[in-house]
């Protein structure tokens, strides 16, 4: 039977190319629900192309136009979170791909868990936030998560191989971003137009600034260590300009295994919805004989202070991930929309942190409360900025 998909935030990077996955293998996957926050003339535009049988616009402003241009179709329109919360738990979907984008994406990934559907994960910050609570919750609900990033792929499918060895460390690859190879003051006065120039990846907008500060990486180890329950001692971030291993893992006797591959999303996407089994994207194929070489550095948390601070937070533990999520949220929104300068980001994000109250071991409601005043917190410090 083919698999039934709901794809969290279609409009977006991932969700594109979720959509190209099936696209490519209509006889294995049928999309069910797809939804978008503002993009409305393509969310429709998925809609009639797959012949979905529901959508959600989550942005409820956009209802009236959205039901209006498919008024005439046999689909159902839904507006807001809630209406993607009950709808991504449905009888009629087998896998989530959650790809909304931040905060956003908590509640109704955590419903698809809840409903035990397997989730395909791409939104970083569900377990930035929260990762102890969805954890718990997958276990509860026997909801399998599938990593969807392509690091965190890497590392599941290396783990397929490891015939259940505990992992001695995990290298995290990191590709540098854009300003790898520049200096400090030069970084200092970047534009949002130099930090939107990702070397190796085509990424929306606030995924790509996370990756030019690396509080993308610090992301990943945080959720590193939720999904493969390690501790971020044994988590070493490691830069590889090339992107052609996407991360590695190291056992007990020194032996490593890595996985490769061109940065190509759809790998890690197909990989995620079509499990165990592997399928024909299309895609380039590796030539080791033209790859010339491969690289490797350490990184650099001087120039990129925003690594530090989430291997410090995710320390430190408790509600402070959290805090540090929402305040790079705000963080990075203002510098798109040209409000601080670069380095901002991490002072905000590291005073933010520093100020919130500690909750050793938050529930669902204490998430919520630090989100709220955590971006509250950021936004006043961008004002006065």
């Known amino acids: 039977m083919k698999r039934r998909i709901a794809i969290l935030g279609s409009t977006g990077s991932i969700g594109r190319q ?25 969310l429709v535009s998925q809609a009639l192309e797959f012949k979905v049988n529901s959508v959600v ?19 159902k329109v839904f507006a807001g979170i809630d209406s993607l919360c009950t709808l991504a738990s ?21 419903a698809a868990v809840h409903a035990g559907k397997t989730i395909a994960l791409a939104n970083k910050e569900t377990l930035v936030a929260a990762g102890s609570i969805v954890m718990a919750a997958a276990a509860e609900a026997h909801a399998p998560i599938i990593p969807v990033d392509s ?7 290396c783990l397929l191989g490891a015939c259940g060895n505990p992992i001695e460390k995990i290298h995290l690859t990191a590709s540098g971003g854009p300003f790898r ?46 999904l493969f329950e390690v501790p971020p001692e044994k988590i070493e971030v490691v830069i590889h300009p090339e992107s052609i291993i996407h991360s ?20 890690p996407i197909a990989l995620a919805l079509a499990f165990p089994d592997r399928l024909d994207i299309g895609n380039r194929k590796l030539s080791f004989a033209q790859l010339g070489g491969l690289t490797f550095e350490k990184p650099d948390l001087e120039r990129f202070p925003a690594l530090g601070i989430a291997y410090e ?28 300068s ?12 520093d100020g919130s109250d500690f909750v050793e071991t938050p529930g669902l409601d204490d998430v919520f409360a630090t989100h709220e005043s955590a971006s509250a917190h950021a936004r006043e410090l961008i004002s006065a900025l």
């Open 342 to 353: 670069f380095y901002d980001i991490p002072r905000i994000v590291e005073t933010v942190v």
């Open 18 to 42: 979720t959509l190209d996955v099936v696209r490519r293998h209509p006889e294995l996957f049928e999309v069910e629900l797809i939804s978008a926050n503002n993009s409305t003339e393509l």
């Open 151 to 157: 690091e965190h792929s890497a590392i599941f499918q």
């Open 181 to 226: 190879c520049w200096d400090r003051d030069r970084i200092a006065a970047a534009t949002k137009s130099d930090a939107l120039k990702h070397p190796n990846w085509d990424m929306g907008a606030k995924i790509t600034i996370d990756s030019a500060t690396m509080m993308n990486k610090g992301f990943e180890v945080i959720e590193a260590c939720h």
């Open 90 to 110: 449905g009888d009629n979907i087998d896998i989530v791909v959650a790809s909304m984008v931040g905060f956003s994406g908590l509640r109704p990934t955590l």
């Open 248 to 267: 590695m893992v190291e056992f007990a006797d020194g032996a490593v295994m890595a996985q490769m591959g061109h940065p190509d999303m759809r790998e």
């Open 313 to 340: 937070t995710i320390r430190r533990g408790g509600n402070l991930p959290c805090a540090m999520n929402a305040a790079n949220e705000e963080a990075v929104s203002a510098f798109l929309h040209d409000r601080i």
């Open 57 to 75: 616009i989550c942005n409820e402003n956009h209802y009236r136009e959205v039901a209006d241009a498919l008024q005439k179709e046999d689909i």
